[in-house]
């Protein structure tokens, strides 16, 4: 008796298809053992005749390997070869047939049975388990699938129709699905079927200067977007032996940042305060900052309003900022599977730079809204709840995305990755879980504070509780300069101010050191979307703390500031040109500073008692 084909028809076609399809013709044979050359060329032979084409095969051991051995084509094609359970389902079938002819005795059946198994272990029976389901349940954004056997987390799924998923919660019985498009479009019973890969984005030079969504769709109305390079959203971040310490200073054109809590590129530093005090502000001055730094930036913004995305990318683009931007965006009407994606589809985008030896910005506005969708995600999955509503591995979400962000070894390109989430907190209350655990996983956070706020303080940073741990590292040798006697004058100020609250008295000395403590406070406010260049900041903070603000009145010190540095460009621009180059304030510049200041504040102290001698006489008259 013929032993039984090899492939039946379907299996042959679907199989046909799939060679077809692959792009470079090269197929991975894994198995558990080492496979013999001969039953790997017997395979590649019947591979290269359904194809039609020459096929070459890759032959790799994987010891965990579930099945005998697997044909791996491409990315989405996972074919098992399991010639045991073929072999007992043929043996079955034959057996049952010889017991209708009546061949029945010990001895035929054993040599049947030898003869069989003789002819059928060479062939090595082909079946493809990719793995169908249908739909049991629809709504809210998830899709519960029974079926698609040996999906992995996080792998893409395609629903009937075209639709595709990512299956999220795997359970004995069901697989708990997002939903990357309208539920309308999706059926209860219809079918499901499994990619076998992970969730890619588009990546490169391309999407500068666009606005995407969490799949790297456009959504300015622009052309497509070309998919040359495509890369999976999650990915392993740097390990330490891959890193380089944080050294490289990161410009903010932010004083009261740049100085006292300094930003390094690869670092991640945390944004946090109660809404509407200028979180968001702050990042984007950041971003404005880095026209012509040579940083390639990436702006998440994750389940906000139209409005204020709108307001936000018209400020990039009046900028110009976009030539150097991109948006990746997932509103608040969007299904919880974008907002979920989206942080880490910018991570993606902006990591492609980072490993091709450039530098990268990534600001996640906010993660608290990515919290409570992840938070949204688990309760309609039935996950169990942890403090505050929380799913227990919601520290676990947050840290494997910000880890990502790293400054590389050179041998490695140098690249380097900074991140900026931001957090909103209730009531200032930084201890509540989800600003506690981005604070452990950050290396240092920048606090906004509500009541700095309604004083005036723009930004309103609290600089008790803000802090980088780079610290001095990640200044340049000039701002370390000015920025170390900053913090002590401030400090001073901070514990001198407690006692005069009491009423208590104090000398000459003290009262000095309390009116530079409250110009250098006031020289430290700026106005949103106003970055200052490093040389304008190093001119103003050396002023005030070497003392040419003190008789300013702290009215004035605007005009102050504004004047100086008209004078600094229309007079001494090539000390800015030294500045903005060497980074640095060697004796020769200090100099020259201090000379350019004398004559400024001669000049400024001298109109500003002309003024007020002119306007004395006016009211006296």
């Known amino acids: 008796m013929n032993a039984p084909p090899v492939l039946s028809d379907a299996e042959r076609l679907r199989l046909r298809q799939a060679l077809r399809n692959l792009e470079q013709g090269r197929v991975i044979l894994e198995s558990r053992v080492a496979i013999e050359s001969g039953v790997a060329d017997r395979i590649r032979r019947q591979l290269s005749a359904l194809a039609g084409n020459e096929v070459a095969l890759d032959l790799r051991v994987n010891p965990r390997l579930a099945t005998g051995a697997s044909l791996l084509l491409g990315a989405d094609v996972r074919i098992d070869l399991d010639p045991a359970r073929r072999l007992l389902e043929d043996l079955d079938e034959q057996i049952a047939v010889r017991e209708r002819e009546a061949t029945t005795t010990l001895d035929e059946t054993v040599r049947y049975m030898s003869a069989l198994i003789e002819k059928t272990i060479p062939s090595l029976r082909i079946e493809e388990t990719s793995g169908r389901g249908r739909v049991l349940q629809v709504g809210d954004g998830v899709a519960l699938v029974e079926g698609l056997g040996g999906v992995g987390s996080q792998e893409v799924v395609r629903f009937e129709g075209g639709m595709h998923g990512i299956a999220f919660n795997l359970l004995d019985d069901a697989v708990g699905c997002l939903l990357l498009g ?5 059926a209860e019973g219809s079918a499901v079927e499994r990619t076998g890969r992970l969730l890619h984005v588009p990546v490169g030079e391309a999407l500068i200067g666009r606005t995407l969504n969490a799949l790297g769709q456009p959504m300015d109305g622009g052309s497509p977007i070309p ?3 495509l890369m999976p959203i999650e990915a392993l971040a740097p390990g330490i032996v891959q890193r380089l310490p944080v050294t490289e200073s990161l410009h903010t054109g932010i004083k009261i940042i740049d100085a006292l809590v300094p930003l390094g590129r690869g670092q991640r530093e945390l944004v946090l305060g109660d809404r509407t005090i200028g979180k968001t502000t702050v990042a984007l001055d950041v971003i404005l900052s880095q026209k012509g730094r040579g940083v390639i930036c990436v702006y998440a913004a994750i389940g906000q309003r139209a409005s204020s995305l709108a307001r936000s990318v018209s400020l990039l683009r009046e900028r110009r900022a976009m030539e150097y931007t991109i948006v990746v965006v997932a509103l608040s009407s969007e299904p919880p599977a974008f907002r979920y994606v989206v942080p880490y589809a910018a991570c993606t985008m902006a990591e492609w730079f980072m490993n091709r030896g450039g530098n990268a910005l990534v600001v ?4 608290s809204k990515h919290a409570v969708t992840y938070r949204e995600i688990s309760a309609l999955l039935k996950r169990p709840i942890g403090r505050e509503a929380y799913p227990g591995d919601i520290f676990y979400v947050h ?5 990502r962000a790293a400054r590389l070894r050179a041998d490695l390109g140098g690249g380097s990755l900074t991140a900026i989430p931001i957090v909103e907190t209730l009531a200032g209350d930084i201890t509540a879980l989800i600003p506690t655990n981005i604070i452990s ?3 240092g956070q920048i606090f906004l504070d509500s009541a700095l706020f309604n004083e005036g303080s723009r930004p309103a940073m609290d600089v008790g509780l803000s802090v980088s741990r780079v610290g001095g590292m990640a200044q340049t040798a000039a701002m370390r300069k000015v920025a170390g006697r900053l913090r002590i004058d401030l400090a001073q100020h901070h514990e001198m101010a407690r006692f005069v609250k009491f009423g208590a008295e104090v000398d000459e000395a003290t009262l000095r050191q309390l ?3 409250e110009r250098e406070l006031a020289i430290l406010r700026q106005d949103a979307h106003a970055p200052l260049p490093l040389e304008q900041e190093i001119v103003i903070l050396y002023a005030a703390v070497n003392g040419y603000l003190d008789d300013v009145p702290i009215e004035r010190l605007r005009g102050f500031e504004e004047r100086l ?5 229309e007079q001494h621009p090539d000390l ?7 980074r640095d304030l060697s004796a020769e510049a200090e100099a020259r500073l201090q000379k350019a200041l004398d004559e400024f504040h001669a000049s400024f102290v001298g109109a500003a008692s002309a003024a007020e001698s002119t306007q004395a006489a006016a009211w006296a008259s």
């Open 441 to 443: 996983i950050c290396d």
């Open 399 to 403: 840290s494997r995305l910000l880890e």
């Open 565 to 569: 540095h008209t004078f600094m460009e």
């Open 364 to 367: 996640y506005d906010d993660l």
């Open 576 to 582: 800015l040109g030294v500045l903005r180059e060497s």
């Open 515 to 517: 009116q530079r403590g």
């Open 182 to 186: 309208p539920e309308e479009r999706i």
């Open 227 to 229: 998919t040359e390079h």
